[in-house]
């Protein structure tokens, strides 16, 4: 476990307050936690120990299958990328190198305390309030999927900010969704490669609902 944190009192290439060698581990347990996402990558050295790993949550504290990890050298990153899929218990994990944008939020999120990562709940009114950026308007999905779903099947044309499970009036999930982007560009890019895709056996169609 202790090999993951090596080197931790050095630092690497830095953007800012961020490490220039970043990546994203997709698909993490719910229980993961920094130790668990340290001995996955114990072949790396992250960026300040625990201080280099963030975990990420939805707006209910729960964590959402995300983390950002920061590495100390592009050594590290090489090594930390050819853990793509393998395994982390029953589950493998998908790891991406990071936008060094992405983790820097990620990190003032954080450190104020909010969390970060895809927001839920029943009440898109109230969420989209809290979230400005540029939404496209999924219809057609399954009635069990998750924000969680919904995003990893976005993430072929783009990652969104956050997943809005549109609720029906008796607190059911009525097939919609709502997904944030930071740009209008993105969020364009989606609705032209993922309209009319399919999400298990049915197929989802994506609106782009203008400029917010």
């Keep these: 476990r202790e090999r993951g944190f090596e080197g931790s009192s050095s630092y690497g290439g830095r953007r800012g307050d961020v490490s220039e060698y970043c990546v994203k581990l997709r698909g993490l347990p719910?229980?993961?936690?920094?130790?668990?996402?340290?001995?996955?990558?114990?072949k790396c050295n992250i960026e300040g120990g625990s201080r280099g790993i963030f975990i990420n949550t939805d707006d209910r504290g729960?964590?959402?299958?995300?983390?950002?990890?920061?590495?100390e050298?592009?050594?590290d990153l090489?090594?930390?990328?050819?853990?793509?899929?393998?395994?982390m218990g029953s589950r493998y994990i998908e790891v991406f190198e990071a936008n060094t944008v992405d983790v820097g939020r990620?990190?003032?999120?954080?450190?104020?305390?909010?969390?970060?990562?895809?927001?839920?709940?029943?009440?898109?009114?109230?969420?989209?309030?809290?979230?400005?950026?540029?939404?496209?308007q999924l219809r057609g999905l399954p009635y069990r999927v998750s924000e969680r779903d919904i995003a990893d099947w976005l993430s072929e044309a783009g990652e969104p900010e956050e997943v809005i499970i549109i609720m029906d009036k008796t607190g059911?999930?009525?097939?919609?969704?709502?997904?944030?982007?930071?740009?209008?560009?993105?969020?364009?890019?989606?609705?032209?490669?993922?309209?009319?895709?399919d999400m298990g056996h049915?197929?989802?169609?994506?609106?782009?609902d203008g400029d917010d």
């Design 78 to 87: 090489e090594a930390a990328l050819k853990m793509h899929k393998r395994d």
């Design 106 to 136: 990620a990190k003032e999120m954080v450190d104020s305390g909010r969390g970060f990562g895809r927001g839920g709940g029943s009440s898109s009114s109230f969420a989209r309030e809290r979230t400005k950026g540029y939404t496209v």
């Design 172 to 197: 059911r999930p009525s097939g919609q969704a709502d997904a944030i982007f930071s740009s209008s560009r993105e969020a364009k890019r989606v609705v032209g490669e993922m309209h009319k895709r």
């Design 202 to 208: 049915r197929y989802i169609e994506c609106f782009y």
């Design 62 to 71: 729960r964590a959402s299958g995300d983390a950002y990890v920061e590495l």
């Design 73 to 75: 050298s592009a050594d």
């Design 30 to 42: 719910w229980e993961a936690t920094k130790d668990d996402i340290a001995d996955f990558l114990h």
